[in-house]
């Protein structure tokens, strides 16, 4: 399993901007999909977005789709999640996560937290109204 360090959550008033990191352990980041899930107070970790291993393909939840950007820098094993245009309800902890499974990155299977093998221990997004 790869190691996964997630920095760069606050708290952020509505309309504003964060940038996530993620970083992983190991030689062979670029053989991973990388996920960000994020998780609410009192609902289930849910799917935000995935990204291919070249980072040429990614995926979006419908609820973050243009105003959220996932990236990654394989020469620095680090995954990236950008985000704009905050709301209140983008309140959560987020959680990058690594697959080392060959998932085609627009595909149901991408969103399942059950397709990845590592997680991080979270970092608290907070969006005031």
């Known amino acids: 399993q790869v190691q996964l360090v997630e920095s760069g959550g606050g708290l952020v008033q509505a309309g504003g901007s964060l940038r996530l990191s993620c970083a992983a352990s190991g030689r062979t980041f670029n053989s991973y999909v990388m996920g960000w899930f994020r998780q609410a107070p009192g609902k289930e970790r849910e799917f935000v977005t995935a990204?291919?291993?070249?980072?040429?393909?990614?995926y979006y939840a419908d609820s973050v789709k243009g105003r959220f950007t996932i990236s990654r820098d394989n020469a620095k094993n680090t995954v990236y999640l950008q985000m704009n245009s905050l709301k209140p309800e983008d309140t959560a902890v987020y959680y990058c996560?690594?697959?080392?499974?060959?998932?085609?990155?627009?595909?149901?299977?991408?969103?399942?937290?059950?397709?990845?093998?590592?997680w991080g221990q979270g970092t608290q997004v907070t969006v005031s109204s």
């Open positions: 990204i291919g291993r070249s980072g040429a393909a990614t």
């Open positions: 996560a690594a697959s080392t499974r060959p998932i085609p990155v627009a595909s149901a299977t991408v969103r399942g937290r059950r397709s990845y093998d590592s």
